[in-house]
């Protein structure tokens, strides 16, 4: 990995398939990503449990899903995010399919899910120039993109009536291209050089949840949780190469030699993390819960070497009202989502822990169906608008809105029908 200068990231940055300047660490920018009820009700999970959601977050809640339902969703993301430092204010747009996951029991005890969506995002182009009297402008060019993938089968157990325990194996695959570039506008006759990271990831990961509910006074619900993910070493390879050029001509690059290039095995280490959560609903009418998550950072490596990273902590609240969900009215049985994050990131740059804040807004618009009345089927829409990152010492602050768009399709499928 290509560990970028601090000092670096300072002045201008493209907007080609941008993500942040900050993906330039790590893994890249983490994706958020969890069915839009959990993500508009503040991105908590790991203590709530519901028959007619995918809950990834904690998977001892696919213990929730109905003996005889079969459930399905995905959705697309959009996100608006400003770009904000001393020296300039960009704006940039993005959209791109954000989920596909599935939902079905095995038997009344042992529940299952399955699913396709992001893991993290690369993207990013810093800039930075310098002067030197005998060669005249320097220009030092950082470009990544790309990111991983998972694929995740998860299964729930319940042995006894009040607990369920649940394991997620998810395969992390995808790439990371990281390219230094050091350049001399000036002159045609200075070699530059350009030097290209590769690195490929494909390994499987686990973690763990556990659920405990029980019906108090007034039919209130009650479910504490916890998750738990180990370290892990995934299995990496990265390819290295090394050129040098003579310049751009319409622009394009000629390479005149290559000064390296090998290939190397190894490892990166995805850092461990546990969580808990709590949430008090009533069923069909209101729902509020906090959850609090804390990763273990400060362990993650990249073919042995370190970055610039700490630990991460989050702690969300959230929650959810259905007015009336056996009115004849349509506003009466919407359920209105609110929620709100603070996060500390595994970023700390120049002395700068840097945090962010979100606040979340959601609707579920439930579906009527023509072959089964009172289906929970819903068009789930979500919104959370916030801000990462600081301004201090010459740093990018990012304020942002992402839009949710999903379907979920609960459908009966494992009954047996009677004739007469």
């Known amino acids: ?34 069915c839009v009820e959990n993500i508009s009700q503040g991105g908590i999970g790991a203590g709530t449990r519901d028959n007619s959601a995918i809950n990834i977050s904690n998977p001892a ?62 993207g990013y182009e810093i800039n930075y120039k310098s002067y030197s009297e005998n060669v005249g402008n320097v220009l030092y060019t950082f470009r990544g993109n790309g990111g991983l993938s998972r694929v995740y089968w998860g299964n729930a157990f319940q042995p006894y009536k009040s607990i369920s325990l649940g394991i997620n194996a998810s395969y992390l695959f995808g790439t990371i291209d990281r390219i230094q570039d050091i350049s001399f506008p000036d002159s045609n006759y200075f070699v530059n050089t350009e030097i290209n990271n590769y ?30 993910r180990p370290n892990v070493n995934l299995s990496s390879k990265k390819n290295y190469l090394a050129q040098t050029y003579l310049g751009e001509i319409s622009n394009g690059v000629f390479y005149r030699d290559t000064i390296d290039v090998h290939s190397e095995k190894g490892n990166i280490i995805y850092p461990g993390g546990v969580g808990v959560g709590l949430s008090f609903a009533r069923d069909n009418r209101w729902l509020i819960a906090a959850d609090y998550r804390y990763e273990n950072w400060k362990d993650f490596k990249s073919f042995g070497k370190t970055d610039s990273l700490v630990n991460s902590q989050v702690l969300a609240f959230g929650g959810h009202i259905i007015l009336d969900y056996t009115s004849s009215s349509y506003l009466k049985r919407i359920e209105y989502r609110l929620g709100a994050r603070y996060y500390q990131s595994y970023l700390q740059l120049r002395g700068n822990h840097l945090n962010g804040f979100g ?62």
């Open 61 to 122: 809640s696919y213990a929730a899903i109905d003996t005889t339902s079969f459930l399905f969703e995905g959705g697309i993301m959009g996100n608006y995010i400003n770009y904000r430092s001393d020296d300039f204010n960009e704006n940039v747009t993005s959209a791109s399919l954000s989920h596909l996951i599935f939902g079905f029991p095995f038997t009344t005890w042992w529940k299952s899910s399955f699913g396709l969506l992001p893991f993290s995002k690369v």
């Open 199 to 228: 690195v490929s990831v494909g390994d499987i990961c686990l973690d763990f949840g556990i659920q405990f509910h029980k019906v108090l006074k007034k039919d209130i619900i009650l479910v504490s949780g916890i998750t738990y």
């Open 359 to 420: 606040i979340t807004f959601g609707l579920g618009l439930p579906l009527r169906s023509i072959a089964i009345k009172g289906s929970k089927s819903m068009v789930n829409i979500g919104l959370e608008t916030g801000k990462r990152g600081t301004l201090n010492n010459g740093l990018i602050q990012e304020n942002y809105t992402n839009i949710y768009l999903g379907v979920t399709i609960y459908e009966s499928w494992f009954y047996k029908r009677r004739y007469k």
């Open 1 to 34: 990995m290509v560990l970028l200068p601090l000092s670096f990231i300072k002045l201008a940055w493209a907007q080609n398939d941008a993500v942040s300047p900050y993906s330039a660490f790590g893994l890249g920018m983490l994706s958020n990503i969890n």
